[in-house]
């Protein structure tokens, strides 16, 4: 399901907005995933607190969305961009590629609560198509 | 059985009580033939539902979502035994509407994106936590009966 040049115009139009306030979303995100998700909480056993006051979340929170920012800015080269980050997941966080999609959730999410007249459902398509694209360069690496 | 606590039952009462029952379930359904249009399958007699714009301004969409959310108000209501409440609904969409389980999560997905969009920082992350569960919670209640 690759993107096409509709999806890609609208996933620049809406990161164009949220590149801007990367930490706020990116703590929201995360702490949304570790809240409504307990499982995840698997891989933050060393995070003192993981609610979305936390100075860890919100650091962790906002590396998440540059690495985003950055797979939008070579949306043509994801899995290029992406590159040295899955050889990370894979072999030194070892997250189950299955969590992928639950904080692919709490981002739209996130969008959806921050800017409510621009995730329209044609942008929310392309994001959920953009995130799948990102979870599968990621997990590329693992086998 | 269920476990809640009083704070989840109230984030869950408390929404529930805002949400318009006819325009979010409309937004969660046209999001759902939008962003997983393999699900358009299970609507062919709706007419046009053949792009985006189509979907939105589809009157049958919109009834249906209403249809749909109204069944979500049923749930809380009988959110303390659901699996049992839910048994008829359960069976219809299994050996009458031949629906795939799967989809039930694509729909909570939207349902939840829409409830954030409607009610923004109101949406906690302890609300939406609490909503999550109580998707999942209607979601395990509909697949129970398939087999």
């Given at each position: 399901m690759p993107l096409t040049d509709a999806d890609k115009t609208h996933v620049r139009s809406i990161w164009s907005k949220a590149s801007g306030k990367a930490e706020e979303l990116g703590a929201q995100a995360l702490a949304r995933m570790l809240e409504a998700?307990?499982?995840t909480k698997t891989y933050f056993s060393h995070y003192s607190d993981l609610s979305v006051?936390?100075?860890?979340?919100?650091?962790?929170?906002?590396?998440?969305?540059?690495?985003?920012?950055?797979?939008?800015?070579?949306?043509d080269d994801i899995t290029g961009a992406l590159s040295a980050l899955s050889t990370k997941h894979a072999h030194t966080l070892r997250v189950d590629p299955a969590n992928f999609k639950i904080l692919s959730h709490t981002i739209l999410v996130v969008l959806a609560l921050y800017f409510p007249a621009d995730f329209t459902p044609e942008v929310h398509l392309a994001c959920d198509k953009f995130l799948a694209e990102v979870s599968y360069a990621l997990a590329e690496k693992y086998r | 059985m269920v476990h809640w606590t009083d704070q989840e039952r109230h984030a869950i009462t408390t929404l529930w009580a805002k949400v318009n029952v006819e325009e979010v379930g409309a937004q969660a359904l046209v999001r759902l033939l939008v962003v997983y249009p393999?699900?358009?399958r299970y609507f062919a007699s709706f007419g046009n539902i053949s792009n985006a714009a189509a979907i939105a301004g589809n009157a049958k969409v919109h009834a249906h979502g209403k249809?749909?959310?109204?069944?979500?108000?049923?749930?809380?209501a009988h959110m303390d035994d659901l699996s049992h409440a839910f048994t008829k609904l359960s069976k219809f969409h299994s050996e009458t509407l031949h629906v795939d389980p799967d989809n039930f999560k694509h729909f909570g997905d939207c349902l939840s994106i829409v409830l954030a969009a409607t009610f923004?920082?109101?949406?906690?992350?302890?609300?939406?936590?609490?909503?999550?569960?109580?998707?999942?919670?209607i979601i395990s209640a509909l697949s129970k009966q398939y087999h």
């Open positions: 998700f307990p499982n006051k936390s100075g860890q979340v919100h650091v962790h929170g906002k590396k998440i969305i540059d690495a985003l920012t950055d797979a939008v800015n070579h949306i | 393999w699900t358009q249809t749909v959310l109204k069944s979500v108000g049923d749930a809380i923004g920082t109101a949406y906690t992350p302890d609300v939406h936590a609490a909503w999550q569960k109580m998707i999942a919670v």
